[in-house]
């Protein structure tokens, strides 16, 4: 699976993602401090899923994106995995 990587997710789990031979593109590796609304389109760029820590992202990307978000995120939280739609 190619993902790209949020710089708020710690390098322990990029490193673990590789280890398990995933494709990983890591922010903090690529743009170190880019804006927050331009790593969707890094993703989309790289044909990418975006994984991130952030927990205002999906608000935002709701408020901004609208319809096109709708079924487009899980959340992970402990040991549960919450969808939203």
Request: aromatic share 4%; glycine share 12%; charged share 30%.
């Amino acid at each position: 699976m190619k993902l790209l990587v949020d710089e708020g997710v710690d390098a322990p789990i990029v490193g673990r993602l590789r280890g398990e031979g995933h494709e990983v593109l890591y922010v903090a590796e690529m743009r170190p401090g880019i804006k927050d609304p331009e790593v969707p389109a890094l993703a989309r760029e790289g044909g990418a899923l975006l994984l991130t820590a952030a927990k205002d992202f999906v608000a935002w990307a709701l408020r901004e994106h609208g319809a096109e978000m709708v079924g487009a995120f899980s959340v992970p939280n402990g040991k549960r995995l919450r969808i939203r739609r």
